[in-house]
């Protein structure tokens, strides 16, 4: 079984960020078939049409678009802000998916985590982003959903999650993450 390149999209460019503390914990829980990383997202100026069509892509923006382009599969890794997921993964989701006709996105697996310090876990910022991921050909993963309540309480003050019980969760998801990117991948 040859191993699958997963991209992770933090959700939140804040210093001291919960989804980039579960993002870093997945990096480590990883099954031996994936390799997953962090995509960076922060330095991507917000889309405009306009850059592509005049020839003055951002190199940020191609930076981005191939590594998506070179990827097996995603996981978004995303806060809850207003009830939906952050503008920062809108405008990484925008800026993959053109030029027109240029999908990066397109026929690859997803997933998704949403993580929260309150008690819904993030439910509504999980769904609303599995409805560009549709348009965009996204094969999501359905089972196992991913809903971290009181993340606040399971990471330390260093960053890290040190939950059992969420660190459990998140290894369980990885497997079951694994086994969808190779099911995909065989189709």
Do not use: C
């Amino acid at each position: 079984m040859s191993t699958k390149q997963i991209g992770i999209i933090v959700g939140s460019l804040r210093r001291n960020s919960f989804s980039r503390a579960v993002a870093k914990a997945l990096t480590s829980l990883a099954p031996e078939n994936l390799s997953l990383r962090i995509i960076e997202i922060g330095d991507l100026p917000m889309f405009n049409q306009d850059f592509d069509e005049d020839g003055n892509t951002p190199e940020s923006w191609t930076r981005f678009r191939n590594e998506i382009k070179a990827l097996d599969g995603f996981i978004f890794v995303t806060p809850e802000y207003n009830r939906s997921f952050p503008a920062v993964i809108k405008n990484a989701i925008d800026i993959g998916s053109r030029p027109y006709g240029s999908n990066a996105w397109d026929g690859k697996a997803g997933g998704i985590i949403s993580v929260t310090p309150g008690s819904l876990g993030a439910f509504g910022a999980n769904h609303q982003l599995r409805q560009p991921m549709v348009f965009l050909n996204v094969l999501m993963m359905q089972q196992p959903e991913a809903y971290i309540s009181n993340i606040a309480e399971a990471v330390n003050e260093k960053g890290e999650v040190t939950s059992e019980r969420t660190l459990d969760h998140l290894k369980n998801y990885l497997e079951a993450f694994s086994q969808w990117v190779n099911n995909v991948s065989a189709s």
